[in-house]
Nanobody, 116 residues
Framework: EVQLLESGGGLVQPGGSLRLSCAAS????????MSWVRQSSGKGLEWISS????????YYDDSVKGRFTIFRDDAKNTLSLQMNSLKNEDTATYYC???WGLGGSRGQGTQVTVTS
């Protein structure tokens, strides 16, 4: 059974930073591309970043490009998202997702709130 457990969310001021982590189990982590998606209150699920097998290629939505960095540690079955220069509009529940896009299995999410 695929299990994804996100952590690292919290309350942060605009301009601040957070690092999210996702502990993966129940599948061969290194054999899958992985993604981060988010959902804001009242909005649909939004893709923000993906990383390929091996971590050699990363992809970002324009809204986070240059501010967020996705990376993976296949030895620890962990996916991470470093978020810098956070903005109010980054407030959302963040999920790691198996595979690419919005259709993969997700964890329960971790809440990120950006507010002054």
């Amino acid at each position: 059974e695929v299990q994804l457990l996100e952590s690292g969310g919290g309350l942060v001021q605009p301009g601040g930073s957070l690092r999210l982590s996702c502990a993966a189990s129940g599948f061969i982590f290194k054999d899958y591309g992985m993604s981060w998606v988010r959902q804001s209150s009242g909005k649909g699920l939004e893709w923000i970043s993906s990383i390929n097998i091996g971590g050699t290629n990363t992809y970002y939505d324009d809204s986070v490009k240059g501010r967020f960095t996705i990376f993976r540690d296949d030895a620890k079955n962990t996916l991470s998202l470093q978020m810098n220069s956070l903005k109010n509009e980054d407030t959302a529940t963040y999920y790691c997702s198996l595979g690419w896009g919005l259709g993969g299995s997700r964890g329960q999410g971790t809440q990120v709130t950006v507010t002054s």
